[in-house]
C-alpha cells in the first residue's frame, strides 16, 4: 500500500511511522511520504520505502503533491494544537480546516477510494452532557480548536456520502503520557504532571483537581489509528465518526497514580496554579464518551491511569531514559 502520514514530525506521527514501518504493521507499506511543516527527521536505518516532504498543506497546490492517484492510506494528524488555535483564530482554521479541505479535494478529484484517516478530537464536544456522549450527540465544542474540527467531521461525511472519500473520523481521547517538552495544548499537563516528576522537575497544574478528562496512552492512540486505516469498507456506515476509547480520571487522581508509581517525592513535585483561561476550556471538554461503538469494532483500550503511567516508565527503561525515581526498589516493596 501506499501511504501518507501528514503531521509526521509531531509525537503521534513519529510513533505512528514507526508502527507503519514495523515488520508486524497490519498496514503492508510499499512506499510511505511524510509531511510536515519541517520535513520529518531522518530515520536511524535508512528504507527505501520512506520519503520526506516539507509542506504547508493549505498553500495553493499542496494538497496535489500529496495526495497521488495511487495513494491508498492518508493519516492526516497536522493540527495547530488547541491552545495556539485558540490564541490565534486565522492559524488555527488555516491548519485545522482548511487544510483538511484541501486534502478531500484532492482525494475527490485523484483518489476517490482513499482511506482518510482524520485524528479528530474530544474537544468536538460540549462539556454539559448527562451521560457520555456516543457519535449520534450533535457536536457542540466551546473551543475554535473544536469548532476546526467539528466542521471537518462534517465535511469528511459528506465527502464519503458522496463517494468522494473512504473517511474515517476518530476522536482522540487527550493522550498521555506523551515524551519530549511540552507543548501549546490547553491539555499538555496532563502529561506533563507525571513526566516531569519523573524526571526531577515541578510541574504546574492549572486546573481544579476534581477535573476529570479523558485520556489514553500513546500506545493505544497508535494502534487504534492503525485499527481505524484496516476496517472494512463500510464499516462505519453512514456516521463516520468514532469515538475512541478511553479512561475517565480526576486531575487529582492522577497524580494520587503518580505517587502510588514512583513515590511521595514525585507527587510532590506537582503543584496547583490554577489558569482560569486553562481551566474554562478544559472543563468544557466532556469527562468521558461512549466508546462501545468502538469496542465493538475492535479498538484498543488501556485499563486505568496506572496502567497508562506504568507503559510509560517501561517505554522510559527501554530506551535508556533516566527518570529520577527508584522504580525498581518501589516494586521490591511491594
Known amino acids: 500500500m501506499n501511504v501518507v ?6 509525537f503521534l506521527g513519529r510513533r505512528l511511522t514507526d508502527a507503519l514501518l ?12 511524510l509531511v510536515d511543516l519541517a520535513a520529518p527527521p531522518p530515520r536511524a536505518e535508512r528504507d527505501a520505502r520512506v520519503a520526506a516532504l516539507a509542506l504547508d498543506l493549505a498553500a495553493p497546490g499542496a494538497a496535489e503533491r500529496v495526495v497521488r492517484a495511487d495513494c491508498h492510506v492518508l493519516f492526516h494528524l497536522a493540527a495547530a ?33 482513499l482511506r482518510f484517516v482524520f485524528a ?30 467539528a466542521m471537518a467531521e462534517l ?55 476534581a477535573l476529570r478528562l479523558w485520556l489514553c496512552s500513546p500506545a493505544a492512540a497508535t494502534r487504534n489509528l492503525l485499527r481505524a486505516a484496516t476496517l472494512a469498507p463500510g464499516a462505519l456506515g453512514a456516521t463516520r465518526a468514532l ?5 475517565s480520571v480526576a486531575v487529582r487522581d492522577m497524580v494520587a497514580a503518580l505517587r502510588a508509581a514512583a513515590g511521595a517525592a514525585a507527587a510532590a513535585r506537582v503543584r496547583w496554579e490554577r489558569d482560569e483561561r486553562v481551566e474554562r476550556i478544559v ?12 469496542l465493538r469494532l475492535g479498538f ?35
Open 283 to 294: 472543563a468544557s471538554l466532556p469527562p468521558a464518551l461512549d466508546h462501545t461503538r468502538a
Open 5 to 10: 502520514v501528514t503531521g509526521a514530525a509531531g
Open 155 to 209: 465535511l469528511l461525511s459528506d465527502y464519503s456520502r458522496r463517494g468522494h472519500l473512504d473517511a474515517r473520523v476518530v476522536r482522540l481521547p487527550t493522550v498521555s503520557v506523551r515524551g519530549g517538552e511540552a507543548n501549546s495544548a490547553v491539555t499538555s499537563f496532563a502529561s506533563a504532571l507525571v513526566r516531569e516528576p519523573l524526571r526531577g522537575a515541578a510541574c504546574a497544574v492549572p486546573v481544579d483537581g
Open 81 to 113: 494544537v488547541s491552545g495556539q488555535a485558540e490564541a490565534e483564530l486565522e492559524l488555527g482554521l488555516r491548519a485545522n480546516f482548511d487544510a483538511t479541505r484541501a486534502l478531500a479535494d484532492a482525494a475527490r478529484r485523484r483518489a476517490p477510494a
Open 300 to 334: 484498543d483500550v488501556d485499563e486505568d491511569f496506572a496502567d497508562i503511567i506504568h507503559k510509560y516508565i517501561t517505554e522510559c527503561e527501554d530506551l535508556g531514559i533516566n527518570l529520577d525515581i527508584h522504580i525498581k526498589e518501589l516494586e521490591c516493596r511491594s
Open 120 to 149: 479528530s478530537s474530544v474537544a468536538v464536544y460540549g462539556g454539559e452532557q448527562t451521560a457520555p456522549p456516543d457519535e449520534r450527540v450533535a457536536p457542540a465544542p466551546r473551543s475554535s480548536y473544536g469548532c476546526a474540527k
Open 22 to 33: 514495523d515488520a508486524q504493521s497490519p498496514l503492508p507499506v510499499a512506499r510511505l511520504l
Open 243 to 247: 469515538n475512541l476509547p478511553g479512561v
